[in-house]
């Protein structure tokens, strides 16, 4: 079983940054591949990044390449989402997602995918 606990969330202006973090319980956070999702009002969830468990394997969405990165310290049981350059559109719930791989190298980029949730953070960009 593994607990996720999502916070750096807030209210920024167009243009600012954000870090979110997701810690995580249970000492096999290094098995898990990791990824930030989002879901705005009346959108579906979407994904936004994601990282294998060895932090070699980096995934982006389209919408956010460039301007989020996301990282990982497997000594704090940690994945953060660096978000520069925010935009209105990034607006959203953030929801960090864990999934138990066999793979160090492997990260998925689909929900479904993911065993464990966080509760969520919420991101909002003025214009």
């Known amino acids: 079983q593994v607990q996720l606990v999502e916070s750096g969330g807030g209210l920024v202006q167009a243009g600012g940054s954000l870090r979110l973090s997701c810690a995580a319980s249970g000492r096999t956070f290094s098995f898990y591949a990791m990824g930030w999702f989002r879901q705005a009002p009346g959108k579906e969830r979407e994904f936004v990044a994601g990282i294998s468990p060895n932090g070699g394997i980096r995934y982006y969405a389209d919408s956010v390449k460039g301007r989020f990165t996301i990282s990982r310290d497997n000594a704090k049981n940690t994945v953060y989402l660096q978000m520069n350059s925010l935009k209105p559109e990034d607006t959203a719930v953030y929801y960090c997602?864990?999934?138990?791989?066999?793979?160090?190298?492997?990260?998925?980029?689909?929900?479904?995918?993911?065993?464990?949730w966080g509760q969520g953070t919420q991101v909002t960009v003025s214009a």
């Open positions: 997602g864990a999934d138990l791989v066999s793979n160090p190298a492997v990260v998925f980029r689909t929900g479904r995918e993911y065993d464990y």
